[in-house]
Structures are given as C-alpha cells and as structure tokens.
C-alpha cells in the first residue's frame, strides 16, 4: 500500500524520512521551554554547547585528520575574550566596553587567530604528536588564567559573565532567562552546524579530506598540506571559541580552574570532547551532537532522574551520576573501535539509507592512528 501511494505521489519514503525527524526535531526544540522546565533546559544548554565545540573538533580530527586536545584552552580564550571585550574598565578588571554583540564575533575570532599562531606546529605535525603538543596549551590556559587576575578575575572569584544584546533583547538577566538563552543556544548551535556542513560540502572540506587520507598525493595534486591543516586548526579554535562563551554565559561566571585535571577548561573536558566525536562517528557533524548528548547531556539528565541521589552504592565507593556517565561513553567508545569506526553516525545510516547524503551526516570510516 505505501509503495502504491508513494508511486502516486512521487515520493520516496526512504528519503523522506530524514527530512520528517529534522522536522519533529525542530518542533521538539522549538515547543521544549514550553513542554519542560528551567532544570531540563539547562541541561539541554549543556548539551548543545558540547555539540559546537564537538562540531568544531570533528572538523579537525575527521576531516583534516590532526588530533588535538586543546579545546579547553581555546574555549577558555573565548570566554575570556567576551568578558573582557564587553565589560567595561574598572579597577582589578580590565574591559574594554564594547557592545555585546561584537564582543560574541571578538571571542570566535581571537581563538581562531590564536589557532593560526600555532601554524608552525599544526601545519607541520599531526597524529599523536600533534596531541601531545595541543595538549600543552591546557596547561597554559591554567598558568595565564591563575596569573592575570585583572584579565580573568583569578580562581577565587572569576569574573561575571556580561549580558548579552542583539537587536534590544538581553538574555542573561532576563526573567525568562532559561528560555531566552535556549533560543539563543539554539540559534548558535544551528548556526554552527549549517557552517560545518557547508564547510564538509565545499572545497575547503574536500582539502581537508584529501590529506587526511593521503598528504603526499595531496600534495603531488598541488594542495598546499601546511596550510591547509592551519586552516582546519583555525575552525576548529573558532568554534571551540564560541563554545567557551556559551559556557561563561550558562554559568554566568567565567572562572579558571584550580588544577588541570578537573575543572571547566581541564584535561578531563578534553577527553569529553575526544569522547563525543568519537562517539559520534569520525568527521560528522551530526554524530558530534549526539555523542555531546551522551557525553554532556546524561550526567545532567540521571541527576534530575534521580532527584540528585547516588545511583549505586553509599559513601566513597557511591557510583554517582557523572561516574556512571564515564563508564557508558567509555564502554561507548571501545564498542565503537571495535564494531563500529563510524560511530553513531554510521548506525544512523543503516536505519535511513539516504542518511548519508545529508549534510549534516558527512562520516568517514577512520584509518587506525589518526
């Protein structure tokens, strides 16, 4: 019967569908601080600031094929850059003042500059010891952030996240802030996904691809392979940027963290974005916001599940929300390279066929040692 209406109609159901759940998601988003309250919101705001800084590494470590772990650093850089550049001068606190609205472009812009400044090492190294090099950068962003404390408001008490303007709404001090910042949150992590799908579909995405899977032929076919690898790191510090002013406004407090290991800009957040993309599937967009839902958005969603209460066990030994969450997405991961090198976005395919010519569905199959 549906073939027979389906010919009628000159409609495909298999490609149809893709474009049904787009729908239904839109609807879900649109309808969500309508159906839900103020606690889900948030963490649904956590989840989509994993999705662009997850968009933005997938980008890199996918499609350009470089492994980094300096997201924390340069979202920490974005952050900063917002506050300082929307904040006026005062005594303890440099700011400069500027609209808010600018301020936002500022802190996209500044991490990618700085993205652009780690060229000769981006452009030139890649696997793990590019890892490691990136790595260094978090270490960085605790050394300067506890030592300029006119700059980021030092470790005991941070700074406060300004408001944000455009076109005469505010959104943090609002008293429908929670709805306001999850449209606001929506708009940028849309914004950010049609960027990168874009980015995946065009010329720069098939530079990107071309040394990932090869950088002599690449070359060889006249690709210039350092720089195009500091483009792909410049992307990806941007969005990272971006996703760094979406956090000092979810906390409205923009802080540096006391230890390198466990914190906003730490070592640990780190490994959580690897965890997404991952997850996810390898150089897809869409994957890295569903491996964000996972990374970012279970701990939030057990935890008000629960009323807050430990899921297991009492006492030191209690499994806890955020711990329980660890052990899924590192099950998660090892299915992945095990089963499954295309993640949740290869799975996805599997289900809707044509899936895969969906722009925000561009996966590989990774190679071993990225």
């Given amino acids: 019967m549906s073939e027979r209406w389906s010919g009628r109609l000159g409609v495909d159901p298999a490609r149809l569908a893709p474009w049904v759940l787009r729908l239904v998601g839109l609807v879900v988003v649109v309808m969500a ?6 606690a889900w919101l948030r963490v649904g705001q956590y989840v989509m600031i994993g999705s662009v800084g997850a968009i933005g590494l997938t980008l890199l470590t996918g499609q350009a094929g470089q492994l980094s772990l300096a997201t924390p650093f340069f ?16 005594p303890g606190r440099f700011g400069l003042g500027l609209p808010s609205a600018l301020a936002l472009l500022g802190a996209v812009l500044v991490p990618a500059v700085l993205g652009l400044a780690f060229a000769p090492v981006a452009g030139r190294v890649r696997g793990v010891y590019l890892g490691v090099a990136t790595l260094s950068l978090v270490y960085v962003g605790l050394y300067l952030g506890q030592r300029w404390t006119s700059i980021s408001g030092g470790t005991a008490s941070g700074r406060s996240t300004p408001d944000l303007n455009l076109f005469g709404l505010t959104f943090l001090h609002a008293e429908s802030r929670e709805k306001r910042v999850w449209y606001l949150f929506c708009a940028l992590t849309a914004l950010a996904a049609v960027l990168a799908s874009g980015a995946v579909r065009s010329r720069p995405g098939r530079a990107w ?14 690709v210039p392979v350092p720089r195009v690898r ?16 979406m956090t000092a406004m979810w906390y409205r407090l923009l802080k540096p963290d006391e230890s390198e290991f466990v914190g906003t ?18 150089g897809s967009v869409g994957g890295a916001i569903a491996g964000a839902a996972l990374v970012n958005g279970l701990p939030g969603a057990l935890t008000l599940w629960t009323g807050g209460s430990q899921l297991f066990g009492s006492g030191p030994t209690a499994v806890t929300p955020m711990i329980f969450t660890s052990f899924v997405y590192g099950a998660a991961i090892i299915l992945v390279v ?33």
């Fill in 33 to 38: 601080p309508v159906l839900v309250g103020n």
């Fill in 75 to 90: 979202m920490f850089v974005g952050g900063i850059t917002y506050c300082v550049l929307a904040t006026p001068d005062r």
């Fill in 209 to 222: 691809r071309a040394i990932r899977d090869n950088p002599a032929a690449a070359a060889a076919l006249g």
């Fill in 265 to 282: 800009w730490s070592v640990q957040v780190a490994i959580g974005f690897l965890a997404m993309v991952l997850i996810g599937g390898l």
């Fill in 338 to 370: 095990l089963f499954e090198p295309g993640g949740l976005a290869a799975l996805a395919r599997r289900v809707l066929p044509t899936l895969g010519a969906a722009p925000i569905s561009s996966v590989h199959r990774p190679r071993k040692g990225i």
């Fill in 230 to 245: 500091t483009e792909a790191f410049a992307v990806s510090s941007g969005y990272a940027g971006l996703a760094g002013v």
